[in-house]
């Protein structure tokens, strides 16, 4: 593969060859009848129903918030920043299209009660996006380890486990599932391929200029996507939200507060993450307590949320590691005096 590529000729077939084994089976099961055979047998079956509805959170908000907050805060900034960009993007793909075909949910989702419309699958169409990146970013860094070529299939897994999930607990058919597995891949690719010439692009701007566009573009979708949907069922606030946060708290962090995951020992790993993630499980629970369900509402809570993350969580570990290494500076001296 050249320096060029992003994805050789050989992964892009397979990609391919894979979109077309969803969409064939898909087509075949719905050809024959089958579009809700799976959540109308299984829904009732009480373990194999609980069973997937714990494997269908590994698609919830909570779970890729803490996937995200883990990788920032011990692993690398700009790979978390561009999976939770992946997930978002998908995420008020999936919204707006669940929107424009307004697809009712089967019959079998008076279980769960899922809300909202049913085609695309968002877990599905999530799943794909934020795990099918990881895979990507696996495959792309670490092909010289012996265990990585595992990795990837695993998320694969876990991208068809959180699919299936959302059929078999009665909540979509078929067709909502293929949709979102082919739209989650599509997207996927363009975000693959379009990531770095914008990421290019933006870092040739001063920080004023990247702070308005950060607050401009979701702000702009927010309102559009309200104007075009004024009665729609979509959840507009929580990606646009979360985008607004996640892109200012990224830039400010980066110019003014510098944390550096990389620079962390193990040790220092472990209580980093113990802090942020508490703190971030924490904001989430008291703000989802809070009882207002409109739309301005949400996209301020996952402004709130995602710049804590990204912005005020780093800031406060950086404080805490500058006096920890005074504390251990001193003790250092204090000991080396005692010696002598």
Known sequence: MSEEEILSKKTYILILE???SIAIVGLMLMVAGLNTWFGDTLVNNDVVYYIFAAISYLGD???YILIGATLFFIYDKRFAKNLMLVLLGSSFLDTFLKDTFKDPRPASNARAQADGYGFPSGHAQGSTATYGYLAYHTQKNYAQEKWYKYIPWIFLVVIYLVA???QIIGVHDVEDIVGGLLIGISFLLLFINLEPLVTEKINTFDLKIKLIL???IPVVLFIVALLIFPTGLGDYG???GALTGLSVG??????????NPKDLDNKQRIINLAIGLVITIVLYLVLSLIPLDVQIWKFFKYVIVA???TLLIPWLLVIIQ???GKREKVEKVEKAESVE
């Open 18 to 20: 894979i979109m077309l």
């Open 61 to 63: 908000a909570l779970v």
């Open 164 to 166: 299936i999930s959302r």
């Open 214 to 216: 950060a607050v401009a």
């Open 238 to 240: 929580r990606a646009c």
């Open 250 to 259: 990224y830039l400010i962090e980066n110019e003014k507060i510098h944390y």
């Open 307 to 309: 710049l804590a993350v």
């Open 322 to 324: 500058e006096k920890l």
